[in-house]
């Protein structure tokens, strides 16, 4: 297929071919719905991830307007939707023990990701506020633009970590 057919998931599919990603989402699609085991999410994790991010970059260059506290509440109805399903895409009491232990690893990565990306990027933060010597208002924003960061990181990394997972198991292990 060439680079111009191709749909933007099968682009990001190529970025991480490493994973797997593209056969396990075949194989997914060809079982009968009854069969599936997982819903993995896929990319949609990094959908709120990314609004977070630039959220963020956005609060750290000006003063937000208010307006934009509004994509907050955007960013909350996808991080909603994803930790309603959980990062298995189904309840945890349904959990085997292989799936238990799998989303305990989840949020034991996110944590460990989060704990020191806050500790890096605090000291940073910090210090351009120590440095521009910002307002109240620059301040108030950018923690805002962090708490929302931080909301839609905790809900997402876990279901991105264990599409990441499922994809690199063995058939045995299913």
């Known amino acids: 297929m ?6 933007i998931l099968q682009r990001m599919d190529t970025l991480v071919w490493w994973t797997n990603a593209s056969e396990r989402v075949q194989c997914d699609m060809t079982m009968d719905s009854n069969e599936r085991r997982y819903y993995s999410m896929r990319w949609l994790p990094l959908m709120p991830m990314a609004l977070g991010t630039a959220l963020i970059f956005y609060a750290i260059t000006t003063t937000l307007p208010h307006f934009i506290y509004g994509l907050g509440g955007a960013i909350t109805v996808i991080v909603s939707a994803i930790a309603i399903n959980g990062p298995l895409g189904k309840p945890a009491i349904e959990d ?3 799936e238990a232990a799998l989303r305990k690893n989840a949020f034991l990565f996110c944590m460990a990701f989060l704990a020191m990306s806050n500790i890096i990027g605090e000291s940073f ?8 010597g910002w307002g109240r208002e620059h301040v108030i924003g950018l923690a805002f633009a962090l708490f929302i960061a931080n909301a839609a990181y ?5 279901t ?5 997972k499922l994809t690199t198991l063995s058939e045995d292990e299913l």
Do not use: G, N, Q
Not at 2 to 7: E, G
Not at 160 to 164: H, Q
């Open 96 to 98: 085997d023990e292989r």
């Open 160 to 164: 991105l970590y264990v599409s990441w």
């Open 125 to 132: 933060i910090l210090l351009t506020i120590a440095e521009k």
């Open 2 to 7: 060439s680079a111009k057919h191709k749909t």
């Open 154 to 158: 905790f809900v997402s990394l876990p």
